[in-house]
């Protein structure tokens, strides 16, 4: 994710403990949208190595605190077992002082797929205007609870998906 040596356990830092930068913090600083998409718990060591800074990988505090600073334009992943934004942080994002910056958008038992991904919360978003977009699936946010996504879909293919409802949507 950066291109630099790291020690063990280490996350985007250098092995005198610096932040590098990633290349999602590259493309922001150019202009472009950056961010990571994954089917493991947000901050879990790979996808955090895009978006996080910190010396020890388990250090949840350090990752939370980080994925803040570094603020990417784009986040999906699992928000489940401990390695996601604090709840908190979730919270203001919803309706606080990080609403006007951050669209979250949950999966819950009362969203559609259709209304998640195509609904306006979402196709309305634009980095250009210094949008920024956080996915949160699976883990605490469905019903399962499981705190991984499934790599080729609900049922194990590539193509139909569960709504909420628990309904089969064919593609």
Same mark, same amino acid.
């Given at each position: 994710?950066?291109?630099?040596?790291?020690?063990?356990?280490?996350?985007?830092? !250098?092995?005198?403990?610096? /932040?590098?930068?990633?290349?999602?913090?590259?493309?922001? =600083?150019?202009?472009? *949208?950056? $961010? %990571?998409?994954?089917?493991?718990?947000?901050?879990?060591?790979?996808?955090?190595?895009?978006?996080?800074?910190?010396? !020890?990988?388990?250090?949840? /505090?350090?990752?939370?605190?980080?994925?803040?600073?570094? =603020?990417?334009?784009? *986040?999906? $992943? %699992?928000?489940?077992?401990?390695?996601?934004?604090?709840?908190?942080?979730?919270?203001?994002?919803?309706?606080?002082?990080?609403?006007?910056?951050?669209?979250?958008?949950?999966?819950?038992?009362?969203?559609?797929?259709?209304?998640?991904?195509? $609904?306006?919360?979402?196709?309305?978003?634009?980095?250009?205007?210094?949008?920024?977009?956080?996915?949160?699936?699976?883990?605490?946010?469905?019903?399962?609870?499981?705190?991984?996504?499934?790599?080729?879909?609900?049922?194990?293919?590539?193509?139909?998906?569960?709504?909420?409802?628990?309904?089969?949507?064919?593609?």
């Amino acid at each position: 994710a950066t291109g630099h040596k790291a020690a063990n356990n280490m996350v985007s830092v !250098n092995l005198y403990e610096e /932040d590098v930068s990633t290349l999602v913090e590259d493309a922001m =600083m150019c202009g472009m *949208a950056g $961010g %990571v998409v994954t089917s493991v718990p947000l901050l879990h060591a790979t996808p955090a190595a895009f978006v996080t800074h910190t010396n !020890n990988r388990s250090n949840r /505090d350090s990752l939370r605190r980080s994925f803040e600073r570094v =603020m990417p334009t784009f *986040a999906s $992943g %699992v928000c489940g077992g401990n390695y996601y934004p604090y709840p908190e942080t979730l919270q203001s994002m919803r309706d606080g002082a990080l609403s006007s910056q951050w669209t979250l958008l949950e999966q819950n038992e009362n969203i559609t797929a259709e209304e998640f991904y195509a $609904g306006e919360r979402f196709t309305s978003r634009d980095p250009d205007n210094g949008d920024h977009v956080l996915v949160c699936l699976g883990g605490d946010f469905s019903a399962s609870g499981e705190d991984n996504l499934p790599f080729r879909g609900v049922d194990s293919s590539y193509s139909n998906r569960w709504c909420s409802e628990g309904e089969v949507l064919i593609d």
